[in-house]
């Protein structure tokens, strides 16, 4: 997603095709890096070759394949703040928390630095991002939204997705939290806002307002 004033790169990590985005605003030479994934290097292979500095490193939830990158990244740039929702921070340090026991991987992170709930805003490399607090997929998902932009940019980790939604089914997860967060939290904002998910294309909540099947759901006990 590129405009005259934004450049947000995603880089796509395996073995779950998570997205990771690197966020910049023109003639800046310091980022924002969002759910650092599980090929951490190449994340900061795009970081050397653009010559960026990251100022913060944002978690959506927690995760592991949303926070796979989260050492290396406070390893090379370790002033930048690691920012998490509140209830998903003991994700980060706990492999059966964050799932990735459960595939052998066994992933830690290091702590936050910040944690945030609904309603905080979080500030670095230019950019001012309110948070607003949508869980079901995990307990403290966070997504992450950019109004003085147009059109408004969502960052919004495994929340809402092109034709579908996060998984409810996994520990921590609600499908009547996750859908109603997305009615009231996401598509309220202006049509053409530009929903960034961790996994899949790109989407607008216009498009998923009107064709999404899930967000029309009525059984959400």
Known sequence: MNSERLSVVSIVSRPFQENTYVARLAERNDCLVVDPGLEPQKILNHLRAENLQVAMILNTHGHGDHIGGNELMKQEFPDAPLVIGELD????????????????????????????????????????????????????????????HSPVVVFGGDVLFAGGVGRWDLPGGSAKNLITGIREKLLTLPGDSRILPGHGVETTVEVERETNPYVQMT???
Not at 101 to 109: I, M, P, Q
């Open 89 to 148: 921070a003991p994700m980060l340090t706990n492999p059966s928390l964050n799932m990735s026991g459960v595939v052998g991987l066994r992933l830690t992170s290091p702590p936050a630095d910040r944690l945030v709930r609904e309603g905080d805003f979080v500030e670095a490399a230019g950019f001012r991002l309110e948070v607003r607090h949508i869980p079901g997929h995990s307990p403290g998902h966070v997504v992450f939204i950019w109004h003085e």
């Open 219 to 221: 059984n959400l006990e």
